[in-house]
């Protein structure tokens, strides 16, 4: 193949090289030409680069073959088209939208989790963070917790939050159970259901038509609630997931399809787990969705990481642990022609990729946001064309009529979690925090939106011979993108010197970076190959894309810089004329190579089109990164850098600030003047993008004062669950509310006449056993100690909130109790071996700026 270089002439060529004073090419004696407009050249960081002395670790790979074309026929899915002629359907390899490969995110968020009132912005947060499919569970529990008294009310009312979803344009798959899972009492299942099947009166989850019988009214009750929202209808329900986490006769769940039809879910997905089955599915009737997760609450082990989660943060040709049942999925042939395997036969679909995790009151998990994102980069890496995220915004159970609506093993289920917490240390908390991984994922589901459809043809290639470091292609043999994850959960990885990638494409070898560089511990990151970015073609760059903006005749493409590594671009030079470089820049046998470019707001390349058109590349480093968001207004894709928190809502550009931080917003193509109330807000030119600085009054800083009303009493011995055929093993189990009685006692209150509009949330510093809060005698949440801090979103309470204060109590932890906790660091444990204290309670206030375009 043209370029190749043998290994020894490779670190050859390469010691020539990483004297120079840029990145280049395998080529030697270029002449480097500055940018006129550019300021001198900035050498490279040269930690990232490795001694021209040491041997190169040059990682190769062949990705020459193309894809098999997608089998198309076989599926036996609803109506696919909407009103208008626009379509949803499927073959082997994607979901297609409009008949064009669609590589969405996904997003779980439980309607009935969190109060009717807040839903409309949290789904304009969750739209904001690159998702396009709201996940959500129907808790049949929700719904009838007595038999025959049906409530779609409030925050139970589905109908309601569909309508929401429609109205922000989000597409939602419904997940109808009848059993779902989720952590809810019973999975879901009403008590007096679960009774009668515990009498033996028919057997839950089967077909019989005494269970059936009760599975037919739920199913009618929820098509009522989907009556004219269905996309054949115009409306944003794309699909639904039949069961959950199902492991009996597959005939079961093909009569949950046929009921659901019947009852009027015709839709263009029918769903199911893909894991946990023993006989197989009759091809096409169902699709499988795969899941994992860094880590569970639910093992029974009370060691770290226990039986396969590290394998699931290393890139794979299988479709993960969680779908290792893919085999029973069916593999009748999707067209005239030889069958395709059974992994080959369905698209790689996601829907319970780890975003967080809960804390069982036997396993406090503590969830990095690093884990996220290195989950979703390597399933991406690994071939999925659905990254669908459980949970993507926390919540809070609702009030039960009869019991608390929890997950224990009194009830004869796994685990104990809280009564009222479901926050999941999700990318959105329970009460509306946007958290470290939310910016991160955000601009996973920019990158999907705008380079997804190209993407989803490619397949992923994973070294065979797997070595330290971590990675993977994905390529449809011409082109491609190179994925590495340098990150293990609760295992430091080392700085991986002399890297350098070779991958064989169809048309040659392509070698890269130029001279080899030293990837950072824990870096996360993917590289283009041979992409297209709208007629012209980069041959690479060491830098990720997160998407791309055309407005009139100029593209526009965002770049991060991947942390430690020098940034180069190398072009086809027949695709694109160079007009400016920040860089330096080097031509030889038909490419350009751009290098020693270091990040900022203003162009970092200009390039023309063989069309004429203008392409600009923007360069941010990863900090910046994580303040760009983007999306429509006004009429017009924009680009917007904020730390805000920020809700394009109609009209309004509305910015959510915490503290005292003092707002600003960037936007890029900006409008000629923004107003906030009418009045003009400054602005000024920030690189290409125009920056606006609304004048927001500083606030009161807010301080809670804490009394301790009650100091703790002994510590409970913690009992171990029995054990029982349904769940095995028994593990240590959650206090009692009698328990409470023993539990130290503070209020917290605010100063008098705080303004109960004022947006406020409670950070609760603490360390021991269990907190729960309480407004009066009302629990309004808990949590089970895991070293972060609890929580509380004091405006969704109410004036009396304000006026009266919160308790909390909180149990000790014993040194010596059964649970396992990932970090144990913040705990103090005293002379009787008891970790308890209250460290101090902040008030952290959001406040808005809505700014408008002036007409």
Same mark, same amino acid.
């Given at each position: 193949?043209?370029?190749?270089?043998?290994?020894?002439?490779?670190?050859?060529?390469?010691?020539?090289?990483?004297?120079?004073?840029?990145?280049?090419?395998?080529?030697?004696?270029?002449?480097?030409?500055?940018?006129?407009?550019?300021?001198?050249?900035?050498?490279?960081?040269?930690?990232?680069?490795?001694?021209?002395?040491?041997?190169?670790?040059?990682?190769?790979?062949?990705?020459?073959?193309?894809?098999?074309?997608?089998? !198309?026929?076989?599926?036996?899915?609803?109506?696919?088209?909407?009103?208008?002629?626009?379509?949803?359907?499927?073959?082997?390899?994607?979901?297609?939208?409009?008949?064009?490969?669609?590589?969405?995110? #996904?997003?779980?968020?439980?309607?009935?989790?969190?109060?009717?009132?807040?839903?409309?912005?949290?789904?304009?947060?969750?739209?904001?963070?690159?998702?396009?499919?709201?996940?959500?569970?129907?808790?049949?529990?929700?719904?009838?917790?007595?038999?025959?008294?049906?409530?779609?009310?409030?925050?139970? =009312?589905?109908?309601?939050?569909?309508?929401?979803?429609?109205?922000?344009?989000?597409?939602?798959?419904?997940?109808?159970?009848?059993?779902?899972?989720?952590?809810?009492?019973?999975?879901?299942?009403?008590?007096?259901? +679960?009774?009668?099947?515990?009498?033996?009166?028919?057997?839950?989850?089967?077909?019989?038509?005494?269970?059936?019988?009760?599975?037919?009214?739920?199913?009618? +009750?929820?098509?009522?609630?989907?009556?004219?929202?269905?996309?054949?209808?115009?409306?944003?329900?794309?699909?639904?997931?039949? %069961?959950?986490?199902?492991?009996?006769?597959?005939?079961?769940?093909?009569?949950?399809?046929?009921?659901?039809?019947?009852?009027?879910?015709?839709?263009?997905?029918?769903?199911?787990?893909?894991?946990?089955?023993?006989?197989?599915?009759?091809?096409?009737?169902?699709?499988?969705?795969?899941?994992?997760?860094? %880590?569970?609450?639910?093992?029974?082990?009370?060691?770290?990481?226990?039986?396969?989660?590290?394998?699931?943060?290393?890139? $794979?040709?299988?479709?993960?642990?969680?779908?290792?049942?893919?085999?029973?999925?069916?593999?009748?042939?999707?067209? /005239?022609?030889?069958?395709?395997?059974?992994?080959?036969?369905?698209?790689?679909?996601?829907?319970?990729?780890?975003?967080?995790?809960? $804390?069982?009151?036997?396993?406090?998990?503590?969830?990095?946001?690093?884990?996220?994102? #290195?989950?979703?980069?390597?399933?991406?890496? $690994?071939?999925?064309?659905?990254?669908?995220?459980?949970?993507?915004?926390?919540?809070?159970?609702?009030?039960?009529?009869?019991?608390?609506?929890?997950?224990?093993?009194? !009830?004869?289920?796994?685990?104990?979690?809280?009564?009222?917490?479901?926050?999941?240390?999700?990318?959105?908390?329970?009460?509306?925090?946007?958290?470290?991984?939310?910016?991160?994922?955000?601009?996973?589901?920019?990158?999907?939106?705008?380079?997804?459809?190209?993407?989803?043809?490619?397949?992923?290639?994973?070294?065979?011979?797997?070595?330290?470091?971590?990675?993977?292609?994905?390529?449809?043999?011409?082109?491609?993108?190179?994925?590495?994850? =340098?990150?293990?959960?609760? $295992?430091?990885?080392?700085?991986?010197?002399? !890297?350098?990638?070779?991958?064989?494409?169809?048309?040659?070898?392509?070698?890269?970076?130029?001279?080899?560089?030293?990837?950072?511990?824990?870096?996360?990151?993917?590289?283009?190959?041979?992409?297209?970015?709208?007629?012209?073609?980069?041959?690479?760059?060491?830098?990720?894309?997160?998407?791309?903006?055309?407005?009139?005749?100029?593209?526009?493409?965002?770049?991060?810089?991947?942390?430690?590594?020098?940034?180069?671009?190398?072009?086809?030079?027949?695709?694109?004329?160079?007009?400016? #470089?920040?860089?330096?820049?080097?031509?030889?046998?038909?490419?350009?190579?751009?290098?020693?470019?270091?990040?900022?707001?203003?162009?970092?390349?200009?390039?023309?089109?063989?069309?004429?058109?203008?392409?600009?590349?923007?360069?941010?480093?990863?900090?910046?990164?994580?303040?760009?968001?983007?999306? +429509?207004?006004?009429?017009?894709?924009?680009?917007?850098?904020?730390?805000?928190?920020?809700?394009?809502?109609?009209?309004?550009?509305?910015?959510?600030?915490?503290?005292?931080?003092?707002?600003?917003?960037?936007?890029?193509?900006?409008?000629?003047?923004?107003?906030?109330?009418?009045?003009?807000?400054?602005?000024?030119?920030?690189?290409?993008?125009?920056?606006?600085?609304?004048?927001?009054?500083?606030?009161?800083?807010?301080?809670?004062?804490?009394?301790?009303?009650?100091?703790?009493?002994?510590?409970?011995?913690?009992?171990?669950?029995? #054990?029982?055929?349904?769940?095995?093993?028994?593990?240590?189990?959650?206090?009692?509310?009698?328990?409470?009685?023993?539990?130290?006692?503070?209020?917290?209150?605010?100063?008098?006449?705080?303004?109960?509009?004022?947006?406020?949330?409670?950070?609760?510093?603490?360390?021991?056993?269990?907190?729960?809060?309480?407004?009066?005698?009302?629990?309004?949440?808990?949590?089970?100690?895991?070293?972060?801090?609890?929580?509380?979103?004091?405006?969704?309470?109410?004036?009396?909130?304000?006026?009266?204060?919160?308790?909390?109590?909180?149990?000790?932890?014993?040194?010596?109790?059964?649970?396992?906790?990932?970090?144990?660091?913040?705990?103090?444990?005293?002379?009787?071996?008891?970790?308890? /204290?209250?460290?101090?309670?902040?008030?952290? %206030?959001?406040?808005?700026?809505?700014?408008? /375009?002036?007409?």
């Amino acid at each position: 193949m043209k370029n190749r270089l043998s290994r020894r002439n490779f670190i050859k060529e390469s010691a020539v090289l990483t004297g120079a004073a840029t990145a280049l090419p395998l080529l030697s004696a270029l002449a480097v030409e500055p940018s006129a407009l550019a300021e001198p050249p900035v050498a490279a960081p040269s930690a990232a680069q490795g001694p021209a002395s040491a041997a190169v670790d040059l990682h190769t790979l062949d990705a020459s073959s193309a894809p098999p074309p997608p089998q !198309t026929g076989g599926f036996h899915m609803g109506t696919a088209t909407a009103p208008g002629g626009r379509s949803i359907t499927i073959d082997s390899r994607n979901l297609l939208r409009d008949g064009k490969p669609w590589l969405p995110l #996904s997003g779980e968020f439980h309607y009935s989790r969190c109060p009717a009132t807040e839903w409309r912005d949290e789904l304009l947060k969750i739209k904001a963070g690159g998702v396009s499919i709201v996940s959500t569970y129907v808790f049949w529990i929700h719904h009838e917790e007595v038999e025959g008294v049906w409530d779609w009310t409030g925050q139970r =009312n589905l109908r309601e939050f569909l309508e929401r979803c429609r109205q922000v344009d989000l597409n939602v798959l419904v997940r109808i159970g009848p059993w779902s899972h989720g952590e809810v009492r019973n999975g879901g299942f009403p008590d007096w259901l +679960q009774k009668k099947g515990d009498a033996g009166e028919f057997e839950l989850r089967r077909d019989n038509p005494g269970y059936l019988g009760y599975v037919q009214a739920l199913y009618e +009750q929820i098509a009522q609630q989907m009556k004219a929202l269905l996309w054949k209808d115009g409306g944003p329900v794309i699909g639904i997931q039949l %069961e959950n986490e199902y492991s009996g006769p597959v005939q079961h769940l093909l009569t949950l399809k046929k009921m659901a039809r019947a009852a009027g879910m015709d839709l263009p997905l029918y769903t199911c787990t893909g894991w946990g089955r023993r006989d197989a599915v009759p091809y096409g009737e169902i699709l499988p969705l795969a899941g994992a997760y860094a %880590e569970g609450f639910w093992d029974r082990s009370l060691a770290a990481m226990p039986g396969g989660y590290a394998g699931d943060m290393r890139f $794979s040709g299988a479709r993960g642990s969680s779908a290792a049942a893919m085999g029973a999925l069916g593999a009748g042939a999707a067209s /005239a022609g030889a069958a395709p395997t059974a992994t080959e036969a369905y698209p790689f679909l996601t829907c319970e990729l780890g975003a967080g995790m809960m $804390s069982s009151y036997h396993r406090r998990i503590f969830s990095y946001p690093e884990d996220a994102e #290195s989950m979703a980069l390597v399933k991406l890496g $690994s071939g999925a064309n659905l990254l669908g995220f459980y949970m993507y915004h926390g919540g809070v159970n609702p009030e039960g009529r009869l019991s608390d609506l929890n997950e224990t093993q009194a !009830t004869g289920y796994w685990n104990d979690l809280p009564v009222k917490n479901y926050d999941f240390q999700a990318p959105i908390g329970a009460f509306g925090e946007e958290r470290a991984h939310y910016h991160w994922l955000r601009q996973i589901g920019l990158f999907l939106q705008d380079f997804g459809p190209g993407l989803s043809g490619m397949t992923a290639r994973v070294p065979i011979l797997r070595g330290a470091l971590n990675w993977a292609v994905r390529s449809n043999g011409s082109s491609g993108y190179i994925y590495v994850s =340098n990150y293990q959960r609760l $295992s430091p990885q080392p700085q991986r010197e002399n !890297t350098q990638f070779q991958v064989n494409f169809s048309d040659g070898d392509l070698t890269l970076p130029a001279n080899p560089v030293a990837i950072p511990g824990d870096c996360r990151f993917f590289w283009p190959l041979n992409l297209d970015l709208g007629g012209v073609k980069l041959i690479y760059a060491t830098a990720q894309p997160i998407c791309n903006l055309d407005d009139r005749n100029t593209r526009y493409t965002v770049f991060k810089q991947t942390a430690g590594i020098p940034a180069e671009f190398v072009f086809d030079a027949s695709t694109a004329r160079l007009l400016e #470089s920040a860089g330096e820049v080097a031509r030889q046998n038909g490419r350009v190579h751009v290098g020693n470019l270091q990040p900022g707001l203003g162009a970092a390349i200009r390039l023309e089109g063989k069309d004429g058109r203008e392409h600009i590349l923007l360069l941010l480093d990863e900090a910046t990164a994580l303040t760009l968001w983007k999306g +429509q207004w006004q009429g017009r894709q924009r680009l917007f850098l904020t730390h805000a928190d920020l809700l394009l809502d109609g009209a309004f550009l509305r910015l959510l600030v915490k503290g005292s931080e003092a707002p600003s917003i960037a936007v890029l193509p900006a409008p000629q003047t923004l107003t906030d109330s009418g009045v003009k807000v400054p602005a000024k030119d920030d690189g290409l993008f125009r920056r606006f600085s609304p004048q927001l009054k500083p606030a009161a800083v807010l301080r809670a004062s804490v009394e301790q009303l009650q100091p703790a009493g002994p510590a409970r011995t913690v009992p171990i669950a029995p #054990s029982i055929p349904s769940r095995k093993q028994g593990v240590a189990m959650q206090p009692e509310n009698a328990d409470f009685q023993q539990a130290a006692v503070w209020r917290v209150q605010l100063p008098p006449g705080v303004d109960p509009d004022r947006k406020l949330l409670l950070r609760v510093r603490y360390s021991g056993d269990v907190l729960r809060a309480y407004l009066g005698d009302r629990l309004i949440d808990d949590d089970f100690y895991n070293g972060r801090p609890f929580e509380l979103g004091l405006h969704r309470f109410g004036p009396a909130a304000y006026r009266n204060g919160i308790e909390l109590k909180i149990l000790p932890l014993r040194e010596d109790a059964p649970v396992y906790m990932t970090d144990r660091s913040g705990l103090r444990f005293s002379a009787d071996r008891t970790a308890l /204290a209250l460290d101090g309670v902040d008030v952290v %206030e959001t406040r808005e700026v809505r700014l408008a /375009a002036a007409l």
